[in-house]
């Protein structure tokens, strides 16, 4: 296929690639040469700026901020301090007034302490010019003990308390110089002597055995009742119904057949009959509260009521639980040990000391009122 001369014109219009710098180079005085790399660059710079000034508008918040925060603090530590200043005058003000306080309570406590010692020394100076008040007094402190202790004796039952009385009125009257008081000196020895002799329970031993015992409670066996009955052979002759030969031998055959209904059994001893769990539940917790009681009378002093409660216990024990058993045993034999202590032995009155100090006390009622009629008569 030829070429048309219309074509080949076309193509020699057209730049070759070699030729096109050429023709840019020839144009390049009038028409400005594009740059590719000045409009990305352009950008990044007004980013930057953009980005610096956002930073220097947030450092210049941030300083504000800052700032405010000072002057803020600042103020708060004024208050503070002005605070501090007006509780350290008042805490000043205390202090004063306390020192103030202390010397005044000082000087009232050095008062005190004299009028003390001037009441000492003149009760002191009026019991060595009138030495029969201070016997007087000391005669009254014995009588006083002495009645304490009996007191206690009655009512308390506490010899230990009553010893302590009578030695501490032994030694009120070891001060009294008077020959006649020896009397008294000599039936408080004889009181103090009669009531160490007495032998005193351990009731708080007594009362943690009892305790322990109590708990042992719960571990008893029962009697298991397991007696052979036996019914009574009937006789050889009667194996054999008598035949009735007539209406009057009727009545006999009778008898023997009603006989024959009843059973007779016989036993070697009474039969205890068999306790349900719930019996047995309320035999145990009685006999505690024997024991609990037998507690309560020791820790009263009630010999009686000791010994019933501990008796009553130890034949529930001997009725109702296996003697066989050790624990029954063991509780049966300490039942009957502590049932045969005394626990409230008789206790002796201090009377011959109440009696001495009685008379001597009358005996110097009789001297006092003898004394002035003496004086008049001479």
Do not use: C
């Amino acid at each position: 296929m030829s070429e048309t001369p219309a074509e080949k014109p076309a193509d020699q219009d057209l730049p070759t690639p070699a030729e096109a710098p050429d023709t840019a180079a020839s144009a390049g005085d009038d028409a400005p040469i594009p740059n590719h790399d000045t409009a990305p660059r352009g950008r990044a710079g007004l980013v930057v700026a953009i980005l610096a000034l956002l930073l220097a508008l947030g450092a210049g918040t941030g300083a504000w901020q800052l700032w405010r925060q000072q002057q803020a603090l600042a103020l708060r530590l004024t208050d503070l301090q002005t605070d501090q200043a007006a509780r350290s005058r008042q805490l000043e003000e205390s202090l004063t007034a306390l020192r103030e306080r202390d010397g005044r309570l000082e000087q009232q406590l050095s008062s005190l302490g004299e009028a003390q010692k001037n009441l000492s020394d003149a009760l002191r100076e009026l019991l060595r010019r009138n030495s029969h008040l201070q016997q007087t007094w000391l005669v009254a402190e014995a009588r006083y003990l002495i009645r304490l202790a009996g007191q206690r004796l009655a009512l308390a039952r506490d010899p230990t308390t009553a010893i302590a009385a009578l030695k501490a009125a032994d030694r009120r009257l070891q001060d009294v110089a008077d020959p006649a008081i020896v009397a008294v000196r000599k039936a408080l020895a004889e009181d103090i002597d009669a009531l160490e002799k007495v032998p005193v329970p351990d009731v708080t031993g007594l009362a943690l055995r009892l305790g322990a015992l109590i708990r042992d409670v719960d571990a008893l066996k029962l009697i298991r009742v397991r007696e052979a009955t036996q019914a009574t052979p009937p006789e050889a002759g009667d194996q054999t119904e008598p035949a009735v030969q007539n209406w009057r031998e009727l009545p006999a055959a009778l008898w023997e057949d009603m006989k024959k209904l009843i059973v007779i059994r016989r036993h070697d001893g009474p039969i205890k009959p068999l306790l349900a769990p719930e019996e047995h539940f309320f035999l145990v917790q009685n006999l505690k509260l024997q024991l609990e009681q037998a507690r309560l009378a020791l820790l009263q002093g009630n010999a009686d009521l000791w010994r019933d409660s501990l008796d009553t216990a130890r034949n529930w024990l001997q009725a109702w639980f296996d003697p066989a058993d050790p624990a029954t045993a063991h509780l049966a034999a300490a039942l009957r040990e502590l049932a045969a202590m005394d626990i409230a032995p008789a206790l002796p009155a201090p009377t011959r000391s109440h009696e001495a100090i009685t008379e001597y006390l009358a005996s110097q009622g009789d001297a006092a009122a003898s004394a002035p009629q003496t004086g008049a008569g001479s």
